[in-house]
Nanobody, 129 residues
Framework: QVQLVESGGGSVQTGGSLRLSCAGS????????LAWFRQAPGKEREGVAT????????SYADSVKGRFTVSRDNTKNTLYLQMNSLNPEDTAMYYC??????????????????????WGQGTQVTVSS
């Protein structure tokens, strides 16, 4: 059973930055799609960014492109999300998630949350104006 633990959330003012981390353990296959999702109260869970452990493919929601950067350290089984230029619309609970897969060349990881098998407990990000 893959286990994911997020950290790094907190409260910042508009324009500030945060770096989220997601430590994974007990990965049982060689490649995974990893993702950050977020969910604000009363809203649908939204895919923020994805990354594939077997290559360099990444994807971002339009709302965070140019501000957020997803990265991973396979040696540490850790996923990161660098968030810059934060604004109040970024306020949400942020979750990391994973599913085992082997992507075809030029394919991207899913941004559909039911496709993800493993989830962390979430870390809260609050941005004040």
């Amino acid at each position: 059973q893959v286990q994911l633990v997020e950290s790094g959330g907190g409260s910042v003012q508009t324009g500030g930055s945060l770096r989220l981390s997601c430590a994974g353990s007990q990965f049982t296959t060689s490649t995974y799609c990893l993702a950050w999702f977020r969910q604000a109260p009363g809203k649908e869970r939204e895919g923020v960014a994805t990354i594939y452990t077997g290559g360099s493919e990444t994807s971002y929601a339009d709302s965070v492109k140019g501000r957020f950067t997803v990265s991973r350290d396979n040696t540490k089984n850790t996923l990161y999300l660098q968030m810059n230029s934060l604004n109040p619309e970024d306020t949400a609970m942020y979750y990391c998630a994973a599913y085992p897969t082997r992507l075809m060349p030029s394919a991207s990881c899913s941004t559909y949350y039911p496709d993800y098998d493993y989830w962390g407990q979430g870390t809260q990000v609050t941005v004040s104006s």
